[in-house]
């Protein structure tokens, strides 16, 4: 589930999947990993609206989500 700064929630399919795969790339979390993490979100049939100010927010979500998933697991497992 994200959740944008309005407290909008929405629900996504793979996520976790997706920053796992990406975790395991050893990428950071940047506005290129945020693209890629919304390309692969698409890909599994999740909507994501074309309007760039949406695709914005969303890149700044997933980016947060990111974070939160590479500090939780930095030292634990590498």
């Known amino acids: 589930m994200l959740t944008f700064p309005d407290h909008t929630q929405v629900s996504v399919e793979g996520l976790d999947g997706i920053m796992a795969a990406l975790y395991a790339q050893d990428k950071r979390p940047n506005h290129e990993t945020a693209t890629e993490m919304i390309r692969r979100l698409e890909e599994k ?5 074309s309007s760039e ?3 914005r927010e ?6 947060s989500e990111y974070r939160t998933y590479v500090k939780d697991r930095s030292g634990n497992d590498r």
């Open 53 to 55: 100010l949406v695709r």
């Open 58 to 63: 969303y890149a700044q979500v997933l980016l």
């Open 45 to 49: 049939k999740n909507f994501i609206p």
